[in-house]
T-cell receptor, first 111, second 112 residues
Framework: GEDVEQSLFLSVREGDSSVINCTYT??????LYWYKQEPGAGLQLLTY?????DMKQDQRLTVLLNKKDKHLSLRIADTQTGDSAIYFC???????????FGTGTRLKVLA | EPEVTQTPSHQVTQMGQEVILRCVPI?????FYWYRQILGQKVEFLVS????????KSEIFDDQFSVERPDGSNFTLKIRSTKLEDSAMYFC??????????FGNGTRLTVT
């Protein structure tokens, strides 16, 4: 079945760039999403990319999509302590509008 | 900005009891969803709901689960006889005609 995989942890220093990676298996994806989950909170939509795009930039966030390798990444420039959270990659299945989530990557930003 | 609200934020119940988790989706949204996240595991799809009926459900969503939109604003998830393994964070989400989904802050269900 469809699957989305992410590395579990990432630690960066404040001011550095963070790159969170995601791979997916569904070849019929239409959109791919990044959600942020802060402790005790819900899933906050950060950004998304349509499957026919290679890159999308939104302020400090850059999403890169390699459709051939089914690889998605989220780059956060000038990472701040407030960026510490769990980041989920999610694939939207074209037929069902059902999200398949990755395990989430816990980003820790060191001051 | 409009948001999805869920109540309660934390529910503790005994095994075998019925629970109802409540959600108020964003007012002009047409599609409604429940997802759950068992501690340390992935966020999993449970069910989607459109036009007053279930449009899709996962294998997890067995006869113990039901959803309802009783009054045009609330969207509820009922678990009839809770089991220990139902302990999880339950997220409600809604969307307009299509994506993206907007999630609530979740209800943490603890079954003892």
């Amino acid at each position: 079945g469809e699957d989305v995989e992410q590395s579990l942890f990432l630690s960066v220093r404040e001011g550095d760039s963070s790159v969170i990676n995601c791979t997916y298996t569904d070849s019929s994806s239409t959109y791919l999403y990044w959600y942020k989950q802060e402790p005790g909170a819900g899933l906050q939509l950060l950004t998304y990319i349509f499957s026919n795009m290679d890159m999308k930039q939104d302020q400090r966030l850059t999403v890169l999509l390699n459709k051939k390798d089914k690889h998605l990444s989220l780059r956060i420039a000038d990472t701040q302590t407030g960026d510490s959270a769990i980041y989920f990659c999610a694939d939207l299945n074209k037929g069902t509008y059902k999200y398949i989530f990755g395990t989430g990557t816990r980003l820790k930003v060191l001051a | 900005e409009p948001e999805v609200t869920q109540t309660p934020s934390h529910q503790v119940t005994q095994m075998g009891q019925e629970v109802i988790l409540r959600c108020v989706p964003i007012s002009n949204h047409l599609y409604f969803y429940w997802y759950r996240q068992i501690l340390g595991q992935k966020v999993e799809f449970l069910v989607s709901f459109y036009n007053n009926e279930i449009s899709e459900k996962s294998e997890i969503f067995d006869d113990q689960f039901s959803v309802e939109r009783p009054d045009g604003s609330n969207f509820t998830l009922k678990i009839r006889s809770t089991k220990l393994e139902d302990s999880a964070m339950y997220f409600c989400a809604s969307s307009e005609e299509g994506p993206p989904l907007h999630f609530g802050n979740g209800t943490r269900l603890t079954v003892t």
